[in-house]
């Protein structure tokens, strides 16, 4: 089959062995035919000899040209130079058999230098190699060799060849030269480019996975994108809905302040009724019997005094005209009265005046007193107009009271007393009608007064705010004084402060908490911290002007919003002010909340502020909350807690570094400003200590001296001393525990540590330092030490047993 399928491609074929095919019938044809060949294959074996000694040359050139190139080089790849190559036809027995005894093989020569692992073989590499090695078979002619190779080759099609770098006629010989002029550096490098590429190619088959796998997660996070955007766009339209429910608490919460302002102003002016009918209803206590018991001793004389007015009135040269009262109620009478300077004046102007006080007061004090202010004030025209009526002088007489030709010594005191009241109501009515001017003109005159000028207005503002009857006015212009000043300096504020001062003591605890308290509260969060400054030092000047249950409430909420402040001089100001308000708190309730604004302050950032906590807040805190040992106990806590936070030196668990602590710089300032505090607080351990012994006879004395003694009573006796025992039992081991965690660096830290304790030492005596500050740090360092003056309680804690 084979055979045949050879045969019919006739282009494969040369003619002559179709001939010699042809001709093998004949043996004479055959016989000629050998002897030609034998002649042929002489010349041909003498040119094959002359064609291998040139090979042999040419391979000696080559392999010195190639020497000194890796001599160049230094590196080497092996060359196998195939040759000995038949390029005539014949078949291949006698070709090897000529090969064998005419000629020497050439064995392929190896360099010293190996080829890199080329890796297996692929299939499209086979391919070309098959296909080169059936063209070369064919063109050399062993055909039968073809047949054979084309036979064995049966997972491949060899009479298709692929279109590609490598399909080129006569192939292998074209591999063979381009392999000789190649030097072993190229062919090194184009192994390598072809290792590159496919390693390329598996990258790139790696990178469109992974792309996919992007697209992919692209797609999730499209997904997620869209969920997230409608998720958003929900809290949008919840936030929408939040700020217009905010916008509307805000409307509720403005006229629920001014209905609360509108309630102010009703509860002063009922204060001011209460105060005036209050007056009114003590003078009416004072003035009405007296006026009765006046009138009603007198009446027998008015009849007396209007016979005498005809006798006196042709002779006294004082006779004014007679004036004429008429009423109209259907009966016209006449009242004619004749008066004397400086008795008939005053008389009537008593009367009238007597009448409008007593309507005054009755207005203040409604109508508990009307019946009786109505009678008092009727009771004079009545009797004047009776005694008018009956006296026989055509309507004209005269109602003043005389002893003697002249008035009596109770007239004239009433009508004086009377006309003093009258005085007095016209000055109020018309300080009133001042104060309302001026508190109409204060606001339009302030904003054209020099700003260093202003505090010339502050009596004018004070006045207007302590005596105008309107609650919203008096707002206003309280509010006016707190902004007096845009940016008011030290001594302004101090002007301001005093003015408010004033006024507090002037109107008030009620007026100073619903007037002056809300001005300090609009102001905590004002833009200039001058006047949050103001704030903070008005909260401890006007705590003495307010109830008690508004200094640990109100007051206490501004001060803690303060020290939270971002200026400096604000928290400075509301720690200070914060230790004057602790005095007139009228208890201990908010102790705890206290004592938490203490160590926060302790702990700012600004050394100013920690020197005025220290200096003013803590002692007025000991002094007011009594828990020194509360506040040593959260010092020691925050002091080792700050510390052990803190991230380690080393990750290595076991090692020495690990327990050793990196401290930021805000941890560190911290600890050290914790410190400071420490030490300031060893005085009132001392006095505490002195003052709770619990040996009476060491106690009696005023100064207790730590000798060996009195640490016999306290190792021996079955008392407690908790301040005494909480340096060695608690503190000293903490700071122990605390240094430990120090690394090297942090010198300034173990320096506070060692002041605090040479502090210890000279408080309590070279005794206290020997007996039993020495045992305890020997203890923690492993060391045997004496702890004969210690409790057995206090030995097994100190053990850690």
Not at 330 to 335: E, I, K, P, R, S
């Amino acid at each position: 089959m084979y055979y045949q399928k050879f045969t019919c491609r006739g282009y494969e074929f040369i003619s002559s062995s179709l001939l010699f095919i042809g001709a093998v019938l004949d043996p004479q044809t055959l016989l000629e035919e050998k002897e030609s060949l034998e002649e042929k294959l002489a010349v041909r074996e003498y040119e094959l000899r002359l064609a291998q000694e040139d090979i042999l040359s040419l391979k000696a050139e080559v392999l010195k040209k190639t020497e000194s190139n890796l001599d160049e080089s230094r590196d080497a790849v092996p060359i196998f130079l195939f040759t000995n190559v038949m390029f005539s036809q014949g078949s291949l027995g006698a070709h090897a058999n000529t090969t064998a005894n005419n000629g020497p093989i050439v064995q392929p020569i190896m360099r010293d230098v190996s080829f890199p692992d080329l890796g297996p073989l692929k299939d499209n590499e086979r391919l070309d190699l098959n296909c080169a090695v059936k063209e070369y078979l064919l063109l050399a002619g062993y055909r039968l060799t073809a047949m054979t190779f084309y036979e064995e080759v049966t997972d491949q099609n060899l009479d298709v060849w692929e279109n590609s770098s490598a399909c080129v006629p006569d192939a292998l010989r074209h591999y063979y030269y381009q392999y000789l002029c190649s030097t072993a550096e190229a062919a090194e490098e184009k192994i390598k480019m072809l290792q590159e590429n496919e390693a390329l190619r598996k990258e790139n088959d790696r990178l469109k996975s992974n792309g996919q796998s992007l697209l992919k997660s692209k797609e999730m996070s499209d997904a997620q994108v869209m969920a997230l955007t409608k998720s958003l766009e929900s809290l949008q339209k919840d936030t929408k809905e939040k700020e217009t429910l905010v916008q509307d608490l805000k409307t509720i919460l403005e006229s629920q302040r001014k209905e609360l302002n509108d309630c102010r102003a009703e509860i002063t002016s009922l204060k001011m009724h209460i105060e005036g009918a209050q007056s009114g209803k003590s003078i009416l206590a004072t003035d009405s019997a007296p006026m009765q018991s006046l009138l009603e001793n007198h009446s027998d004389k008015i009849e007396l005094l209007q016979n005498e007015v005809e006798i006196l009135k042709p002779t006294s040269v004082y006779a004014d005209p007679i004036e004429s009262i008429k009423r109209e109620d259907g009966n016209v009478t006449q009242l004619d009265q004749v008066e004397e300077p400086q008795v008939n004046d005053n008389a009537s102007s008593a009367v009238g005046s007597l009448s409008g006080k007593v309507n005054a007061g009755t207005d203040m004090m409604g109508k508990q007193g009307s019946d009786d202010t109505t009678s008092i004030s009727e009771k004079v025209p009545e009797q004047l107009l009776t005694s008018s009526g009956e006296s026989g002088f055509s309507g004209k007489s005269e109602t003043f009271c005389m002893d003697n030709g002249k008035p009596s010594q109770e007239t004239d005191n009433f009508i004086k007393k009377v006309n003093n009241l009258d005085a007095e109501s016209n000055a109020e009515r018309m300080g009133l009608e001042t104060i309302q001017i001026l508190s109409n003109a204060l606001p339009k005159i302030v904003p054209y007064v020099l700003i260093n000028h202003r505090e010339e207005l502050l009596p004018l503002i004070m006045c207007a705010i302590e005596r105008h009857p309107d609650s919203a006015t008096r707002d206003s212009l309280t509010h006016t004084l707190f902004n007096l000043i845009k940016r008011p300096d030290e001594k302004q504020r101090r002007i301001i402060m005093d003015a408010c001062v004033t006024l507090a003591k002037n109107v008030g605890e009620l007026r100073t908490e619903t007037e002056l308290l809300p001005q300090c509260w609009e102001q905590i969060n004002h833009m200039h911290e001058e006047r949050r400054l103001l704030v903070a030092q008005s909260c401890g000047e006007l705590a003495e002007f307010v109830p008690p249950e508004t200094r640990d409430s109100l007051i206490l909420s501004i001060v803690q919003q303060l020290i939270e402040d971002s200026a400096t001089v604000v928290r400075e100001a509301a720690a200070h002010n914060l230790a004057l308000l602790l005095a007139l708190f009228p208890n201990t309730d908010k102790y705890f909340k206290v004592e938490e604004m203490m160590f926060q302050l302790v702990c700012d950032p600004s050394g100013i502020v920690v020197e005025t906590t220290i200096k003013d807040l803590v002692p007025a805190l000991i002094n007011w909350g009594n828990k020194l040992d509360h506040i040593l106990q959260v010092l020691l806590s925050h002091i080792l807690g700050s510390a052990q936070r803190c991230p380690p030196l080393s990750g290595v668990e076991g090692s020495i570094e690990s327990h050793l602590r990196v401290l930021g710089e805000r941890e560190r300032w911290n600890i050290d400003v914790l410190l400071r505090l420490l030490a300031e607080l060893l005085s009132y351990v001392h006095q505490k200590a002195v003052e709770t012994c619990p040996f009476s006879s060491v106690s009696d004395s005023t100064e207790i001296s730590f000798t060996p003694s009195l640490f016999e009573l306290y190792a021996g006796g079955h008392v407690e001393w908790p301040t005494f025992e909480w340096l060695h039992i608690e503190c000293f081991p903490t700071l122990i525990q605390f240094s430990c965690l120090l690394p090297q660096k942090e010198d300034n830290l173990r320096h506070r540590v060692t002041k605090f304790l040479l502090a210890v030492a000279d408080q309590f005596g070279e005794p206290y330092l020997t007996d039993i500050m020495l045992p305890v740090f020997l203890v923690a360092v492993g060391d045997d030490a004496d702890l004969k003056f210690f409790p057995f309680k206090a030995q097994s804690e100190l053990r850690g047993n």
